[in-house]
């Protein structure tokens, strides 16, 4: 059940209603029913696994709790990541490693493949789940009691299936202290779910069709300018796609009463590569910082174990998109770039300000970087990847793939963009008098209604990871 | 309500429709329906409107050339690919009172009911003509006139938000909007004149034969795939199970537009057109009803001579096997005139 589908707004309404009209107690239980009934709709059978790891972890964080050596602590903590990275691995790397282990041993591709199928969602609800094991490891977060809010936690259906990944302690304080949403939280509720919707139909889908065309026959499309056209609306489409189906999240749950953390921060508008970390998929970035780079030393050790750690965390963290070689490759990207950024910054902080006069050409740089490493990450595989960057570096000038309107898209996001960094209008409209409200509302369904791709329920990107 | 204002003044006022591109379906239905509403304004109360899709293939220029003896003009407010669903929406504003015509032609495949594979209710095409002429209230009633649910709601959410179905259009005059401006602009003025003088093509399928036992066809040299897809899918169709579903869907559409005029002066007269270029043996299809004859028994409904236009089966009057061509046009068109006008009687100043 996609978010940007009427039967999913006919389940949202439904759990709504209900979660309402039910007395507190039985609340959780309604959302948790829901948030099963939500993972079912995809495979029923997969519930089962969801329900073993979060048996597990419940288990691992009760256990945690009561055991005070630090020896069976640690054996707790170790059976417990054994279990979830056995499981992701399982499903999501095993494959890639039979291919891998079959070319290396000169034996068929498929000597070891299996039919597995990758299980919705388990990328991050593994990590959330991993992130709350390891803080109660480290004393940082309480056992739950009660295994019904733990498995609450786990399958929560706004971010079950593409996150953003929630730590523990944001989701227990709302879950355990719950209020009723507050008229701001509603509001910005129902704007960010109307602007999440207009960013995923509106703009990713429209620049999902351009990419799509392109990269489905990349030697069919061949020039620089098309190269490019075609990278720049993947681009837009992944940031767009993702930061949509976030801010749908972000806003179904503010109407439950829940509150996630941002997750994109205009990311296209970064600086830098390290700023554009800070402003992407800031859960996963943070996850990544707090319990990889920072446990493997971060920046304390010197100037090489510094840019190791970043090379092995961004290797990783591609790797946790996708098992391919293309997402380590762009994970690797990623590294060398936030290395060499450090290399040239020295112990210097970044420098993000919008007043420095050569922010346009950084930004620009950065943005550029980061189309070309989009290539890796859409490319069906690495010939595909390499053939787009000599397309996108070669002598044939090609032609546009967006049309004139496509252009438009952009430029109203890139003003829209600018004027939420600047001013923060999302913040003020939905603090707004209703009549200015109500306006900002329509004007967002209007663009709906004339840019939404109604006739193709195309997929969130995310929904595969 | 601020979304459907918004739609509402876009697209529910002239200021966007008046732009649409002229060759989508919604553009060529809104320029022909114009057509004739100047036509309306430029002629007396001896016109004749003549509906149907591309088989109702006829000049109007050719028909009014014997105007002088029956006093009758005829106007063409057929649209191709459309269907009488479309029609009752575009009489609907073309003569609001029921009462602008003498008489209300429409040029039918047949008088009997044959069902062929495809479903008339969930043909959505009808959606993108008849966008413009819907109402908010029209859009339970139309949704519910589709079969198919997903069918259902987005002609619901279309009739309530036109911009949905708009737009491609839209996107597509953003892109260029003066390019589109222009062309809107030579279409007003070109238009009737472009229409009235057409000359469809000279090509024909003369030689054509078809064994129907052996059920295939001979076609002569030169007749290009286009025209070889026709015959085969059309003339050559395969008879497909006869359930009622194309009965019904005249008795509702045809029903209302009857209904529309069951107190007005004005005839409306059913002509079956030439069938093709071969005639299809009869025995092919057992067709289980007849709506069109049964409209006959109300008083101001009029059917002409179901072979009043047989001698046209022929394949050198036939462009395609659909089509007439231009010799079939200018034999069509009045000998058509004629029939009607001899229906109606001479022409007299109501």
Known sequence: MLFNTTQFFIFLGVVLALFYAAPRAWRRYILLVASYWFYGTWNPKFIALLLTLTAIDYTAGRWLEKISEPRRRKAVLILSLCANFGFLGFFKYYN???????????????????DIVLPLGISFHTFQSISYVVDVYRGQQKA???????????????QLVAGPIVRARYFFHDLLDWHAPSTDDVSRGLLLMTLGLTKKMAFADQFARIANGYFSNVAGNPGILTAWSGVFAFGLQIYFDFSGYTDMAIGMALLLGFHFPVNFRRPYLASSITDFWRRWHISLSSWLRDYLYIPLGGNRHGRWKTYRNLMLTMLLGGLWHGASWNFMIWGGYQGVLLSVERLVRGDRPAQDGWEDWLYPVRALATFGLALIGWVFFRAANLTESMAVLRQMFGRTPGHLLLEPWHWGLAAVSLVVALGEEKSEWLERLAKAPVLAYASG????????EMFGAFDAAIPFIYFQF | MGLFGLDALLFRTPLYPSYLEPDSSTGQFELILHREQAAQAANGDNLIATLGNSRFAYAPRLANELTPQTGYVFRHAGVAGSDVRTWYYMLRDLDPAAERYRAIVFGVDDFADEDGLFNPNDDIRSLHYVIARLRWSDAWDFARSFDGRQLQWEAFRSALLKGLVY?????????????????????????????????????SLAGMEIDWSAWSVKFPPGVDQDQRDTVRNYLMRKAAPQVGRLAGYRRLWFGRILERYARSRTRIIFVRLARGPIRRPDNIIRTTSASIREFATRPNVLLCDEHAFDALERPELFKDGLHLNRAGIARFSPMLAEKISGMLGPWAKR
């Open chain 1, 96 to 114: 890639f490693l039979g291919r891998n282990l079959a070319w290396l041993l000169g034996r068929p591709e498929n000597a070891f493949w299996m």
């Open chain 1, 441 to 448: 509302l329509a004007a967002m369904f209007f663009f709906l």
């Open chain 1, 144 to 158: 739950i009691r009660s295994p019904i809010d733990y498995a609450l936690f786990i399958c929560f259906f706004p």
């Open chain 2, 167 to 203: 737009q491609a259009d839209v996107r597509a005059f953003l892109s260029d909007p003066l390019k589109r401006i222009r062309y809107v602009q030579l279409c007003r003025q070109g238009y009737e004149s472009w229409t009235y003088d057409y000359l469809e093509t000279d090509r």
